[in-house]
C-alpha cells in the first residue's frame, strides 16, 4: 500500500518541542513534494507546511514560522521539527504528496498516512 506512516506525536506542555517523522511506504520521495497538514478539534484540515522536490526553502504557515522546520534526509523520511508549541497547535499531524511542487490545497495531495496525535496541554 502506498502511503506515510507518522510518527512522534504526544502530549506535551506549552512551550515544549516535538519532532514528528514521516516515512513513506513503498514508495520512493523523488520527485515529489511532501506536505504536512493538521486537522485540531472541530477545524478544517490545514496545511502546516510542504518541501518540495527541488529540497529549497520549505514553505510553512504563517502561524508556526518560525517555530517549525521541515526536513529530509535520504532514508526516504520526511521530519517535522516543532518548537515553542502553543494551545492551538493541537491536532492530529499528516504527511501526503504531489509531484513535483507544493500546493495550498490538501487535495491536491495524495497518499494520506494515519497520522499522529499531538496534544498540546498543560
Known amino acids: 500500500q502506498l502511503q506515510f506512516v507518522e510518527s512522534g506525536g504526544s502530549l506535551v506542555q506549552p512551550g515544549g518541542s516535538l519532532r514528528l517523522s514521516c516515512a513513506a511506504s513503498g514508495f520512493t520521495l523523488d520527485g515529489y513534494a511532501v506536505g504536512w497538514f493538521r486537522q485540531g478539534p472541530g477545524k478544517e484540515r490545514e496545511r502546516v507546511g510542504c518541501?518540495?522536490?527541488?529540497?529549497?526553502?520549505p514553505y510553512y504557515a504563517d502561524s508556526v514560522k518560525g517555530r517549525f522546520t521541515i526536513s529530509r534526509d535520504n532514508t526516504n523520511t520526511v521530519y517535522l521539527q516543532m518548537n515553542s508549541l502553543k494551545l492551538g497547535d493541537t491536532g492530529i499531524y499528516y504527511c501526503?504528496?504531489?509531484?513535483?511542487?507544493?500546493?495550498?490545497?490538501?487535495?491536491?495531495?495524495?497518499?494520506w498516512g494515519q497520522g499522529t496525535q499531538v496534544t498540546v496541554s498543560s
Open positions: 518541501t518540495d522536490h527541488t529540497l529549497g526553502s
Open positions: 501526503a504528496r504531489r509531484r513535483a511542487f507544493c500546493s495550498r490545497s490538501s487535495t491536491n495531495f495524495g497518499s
